[in-house]
């Protein structure tokens, strides 16, 4: 298994529709993020769960709503998107405590099309 | 926001030349400098970090150098090949243990 799996690879969605985004890390590490990486973007921290617990939101529009059930998953579920929501949507982990920041790994991320 | 500026936002370089990156940043916890490696279709992955209580670090044909005075951090890549070509980030945590805070990215295209 690699460290960090995302499904879908790929996904096309009416606005209307409910989608969720699936992550799962083998690494043993305590903390996960969803970023967005948009064309004219770059890499946009959505949501940082450590020890899973919900950390930060960055002021994600509510459309967008995360779901950490254990360490090794992480969800993203979405409903009513626009056409601007259209990213990639990577997942990271890593290993948090000790007072330093350590590598995030990534996994390949979702690429999502919104019609 | 914690803000990583990092420049330039593409480069072109010859088969056999140095690439060179660079990255500025604001407020920072001052604990880990990394620069990731993304390829298309591919999630980022790291390449090379440093932590500041050394000013360099080389690790093959990468080398990653810090400047606390210039608040900067750069990638050198040595003998730059096709390969090479992909987008490179730098970034950094605004508080130790965080989650990575990214620059916009540079398109590295080698030509052979």
């Known amino acids: 298994e690699t460290g960090v799996t995302q499904t879908p690879r790929h996904l096309v969605m009416g606005m209307t529709n409910k989608k969720s985004l699936k992550c799962e890390q083998h690494?043993?590490?305590?903390?996960m993020y969803w970023y967005k990486q948009s064309a004219k973007k770059p890499l946009e921290l959505m949501f940082v769960?450590?020890?899973?617990?919900?950390?930060e939101n960055n002021s994600v529009p509510s459309r967008f709503s995360p779901e950490c059930p254990n360490s090794s998953h992480l969800f993203l579920h979405l409903h009513t998107l626009q056409p601007e929501d259209s990213a990639l949507y990577l997942c990271a982990s890593s290993q948090v405590g000790g007072g330093e920041t350590t590598e995030a790994f990534f996994g390949q991320g979702t690429r999502l099309t919104v019609v | 926001q914690q803000q990583v500026k990092q420049s330039p936002q593409s480069l072109i370089v010859q088969k056999g030349g140095i690439s060179i990156i660079n990255c500025a940043y604001e407020n920072t916890a001052f604990d880990y400098f990394p620069w990731y490696q993304q390829f298309p279709g591919k999630g980022p992955a790291l390449l090379i970090a440093?932590?500041?209580?050394?000013s360099e670090k080389k690790e093959g044909r990468f080398t990653i150098s810090f400047n606390k005075s210039a608040k900067q951090f750069s990638l050198h890549i040595m003998d730059s090949q096709p390969g090479d070509s992909a987008t490179y980030f730098c970034?950094?945590?605004?508080?130790?243990?965080?989650?990575?805070?990214f620059g916009k990215g540079t398109t590295l295209s080698v030509s052979s």
């Open positions: 440093i932590r500041p209580d050394v």
């Open positions: 769960y450590s020890l899973e617990e919900r950390v």
């Open positions: 970034a950094d945590p605004p508080q130790a243990g965080t989650a990575l805070i």
């Open positions: 690494l043993g590490h305590n903390a």
